[in-house]
């Protein structure tokens, strides 16, 4: 393609072996400040195939069908997060900016969604706790009402705990290893001789918690909110580069 090129001309592609065939205006409207609309533009000289005239473009053809598409509706194709992600390097490739704003929009709306997309229910809990040995190891429990349960002994670690609603709960020396209990609710619960080892307790509100014995090691607090804490300062076991950013009335 020359200079001075008509804006509505035919445009062939060869896009890492795959061919498509579009107009200037596709190429051009939608982003006018796209690496395609600049190459389109009539301002560059375009190396093309003599015999059929395509253009050759060394990047992955798979996903140029939906660039092709979002430059003539604006629409963003339904894809799992593995080709979104592909799709995304193709797009920011061709700077389409609107594309990358739609296609992030897209992933961290899956992405909040999953993390209150529990697995279990309240009621699912209450089942499983007639158990002897109750484990939710890695289970996503996210925004769940699980106050004043007897949860003594339960193995919650790796799991997913957000904003998970633990007031007056029994927690006796549950295990909380590795757990995301960000934004959680711990207000008067006995969390005696528990293991939160490499815990992440950012803005968990622990206010009359019974933590005697407790194992915090290695946790992220920064955000407790207002705690008054019963600890048993012997057993306690802290890591000293921990910094505790809340106010604490230890009850002695």
Known sequence: MTK???SSSLVRLNIGGKKYCTTVDTLSQR?????LAAMFSGRHTLCQDPQKGYVFVDRDGKHFRHILNWLRDG???TLKDGEYSELLREAEYYQLLGLIDGINAILNKRKEDDEFNTELTRTDIIKCIQSERVRFRGVNLS?????????SLVDFSCACLKNVFFSRANLLSAKFRDVDAEGSN??????????????????????GANLQSANLQGNLFFSFKYATLFIDVNALKLTTYVIILFRISLNL
């Open 186 to 207: 711990f207000h008067n619960a006995t969390l005696r001789e528990c293991e939160f080892n490499g815990a992440n307790l950012r803005g968990a509100l622990l206010a």
């Open 4 to 6: 001075g090129s008509d």
């Open 31 to 35: 982003e006018p400040d796209s690496m």
């Open 143 to 151: 925004g769940l009402d699980l106050s004043k349960l007897d949860l």
């Open 75 to 77: 629409v963003i194709p």
